[in-house]
């Protein structure tokens, strides 16, 4: 894993994964609150992020509800992710045939409080769960959404091994859309993979 890269206000963190990156925001804050960049080009682009962002997205959430694992068929959606109320834990999974992470996982928390952000490039499904009683998430994408197109994976697939931090006593909460998905070795299959 290489390390950490500081570019402006962002601290650039390279996962496990390749091209899978923490960011962690410098805020500036006294008794009146607080101020913070939360995207820069050329802070991004010096941190290794080289992408056009077109769309922003943002989603309002109760605690338990699971949202994933989704992605993009054709037009597939590098994603730089963060939390503006509220708490997530953040996955991805390397959809990427021919990558060394093929079929893995990558987590992360993301809350208001701690500012972070999670950079997803092309190529990977993306969920995340509400572990706060709500949250507000927002996303960059650099592709526009198409509804004809998304695919998805089954968010509890025993080949993947997502350990996600279910909420004791809270219900999970998915749509009836995420309880049909594909395991990671039916879609793989039928991909061609």
């Not at 697939?157 to 999970?172: A, K, M, N, R």
Request: charged share 20%; proline share 6%; glycine share 10%.
């Amino acid at each position: 894993m290489s390390q950490p890269i500081t570019s402006g206000n962002f601290t650039f963190t390279p996962t496990s994964i390749e091209g899978v990156t923490i960011v962690d925001v410098k805020s500036y804050g006294d008794a009146r609150g607080y101020f913070m960049e939360t995207y820069k080009r050329p802070d991004f682009v010096a941190g290794g992020i080289d992408v056009d962002f077109v769309q922003d997205n943002q989603s309002a959430s109760t605690q338990g509800v699971l949202r994933g694992l989704h992605f993009q068929i054709e037009h597939p959606q590098s994603k730089l992710v963060r939390v503006v109320e509220g708490e997530v834990f953040d996955v991805c999974v390397d959809l990427r045939p021919g990558s060394a992470t093929f079929g893995k996982w990558e987590g992360v928390t993301l809350s208001a409080e701690n500012h972070r952000q999670f950079f997803i490039p092309q190529g990977f499904a993306h969920g995340f769960y509400v572990l706060s009683p709500t949250a507000v998430f927002c996303y960059k994408c650099d592709d526009v959404y198409h509804p004809n197109d998304e695919g998805g994976l089954m968010w509890n697939d025993p080949s993947i091994g997502v350990e996600w931090p279910l909420v004791e006593g809270v219900e999970l909460n998915l749509s009836d859309k995420d309880t049909k998905h594909p395991s990671f070795e039916e879609w793989r299959k039928s991909a061609g993979l």
